[in-house]
């Protein structure tokens, strides 16, 4: 199988446990790491899957990378090959497909319930999954649904925390693929975010974020392995 590439777009945001699942998976794959001024590929032809993490910056920041990586998502979704991304990333994957990315009613930082929309919008992906679990959130814009995707996921802050379209291309605004030390170094970095932050009903404070950190990742661990496992069935051999 061809490896998968791993877009990332801030030294902090890294693939985290994604990198662990598909280590251990024996799924090939390889990082490209934008914010350290890493080349895009010319195409995507010689990968397996697409998978673009978070970042600070907006999708609607007028940056160089921007329209190439635009331009290889679309291409991944004609041909097929399956792409997953993660609140910055799943905001690029909507505007590659024609959505919009808007200001968020308010920030949601730290972790936070999402819900299944409706019943059960896709039992195949969520089917084992309950009707809400925590999640970890870090964002203050928002992604309209593509034409043609399936909404999945929402919150009491965010109605659009998930999509999925062709049954393998799956946007996620939240984040499950934290880990302890990613968290811990969010907190840090975005000290300065948080206190400008803190009259917004979601947004919570390092402490906070940080309590009983060791059970609340193994339970975002089993949300993760649920959706990561589905997505690499897709992979393109």
């Not at 945001?13 to 590929?41: H, M, R």
């Not at 041909?79 to 609140?87: A, E, K, N, T, W």
Request: charged share 20%; aromatic share 8%; glycine share 10%.
């Amino acid at each position: 199988m061809r490896a998968v590439v791993v877009f990332r777009f801030s030294q902090t945001e890294g693939p985290g446990y994604l990198g662990d699942f598909l280590t251990e998976k024996g799924i090939l794959w390889t990082q490209i790491n934008v914010d350290a001024g890493d080349s895009l590929p010319s195409d995507i032809n010689g990968f397996s899957g697409l998978v673009l993490m978070g970042g600070p910056m907006s999708v609607n920041d007028n940056l160089p990378w921007i329209s190439p990586l635009l331009e290889l998502i679309r291409q991944a979704v004609k041909q097929d090959i399956p792409v997953l991304g993660h609140c910055l990333g799943g905001q690029l994957m909507s505007k590659a497909l024609g959505g919009k990315i808007t200001h968020n009613p308010v920030k949601e930082i730290g972790w936070g319930e999402v819900s299944k929309v409706g019943q059960n919008p896709t039992p195949d992906w969520l089917g084992s999954l309950p009707s809400s679990f925590e999640v970890f959130q870090w964002h203050g814009e928002t992604f309209s649904i593509p034409e043609g995707a399936t909404r999945l996921l929402e919150s009491a802050f965010c109605a659009n925390q998930a999509w999925l379209l062709k049954d393998r291309h799956l946007a996620l605004q939240c984040h499950i693929e934290m880990t302890a030390p990613m968290i811990q170094a969010w907190c840090e970095v975005g000290a300065d975010e948080i206190r400008q932050a803190t009259h917004s009903p979601a947004v919570q404070q390092p402490a906070s974020m940080q309590e009983n950190m060791a059970d609340r990742l193994e339970k975002l661990y089993g949300v993760a392995n649920v959706l990561y496992s589905k997505w690499i069935e897709k992979l393109r051999h």
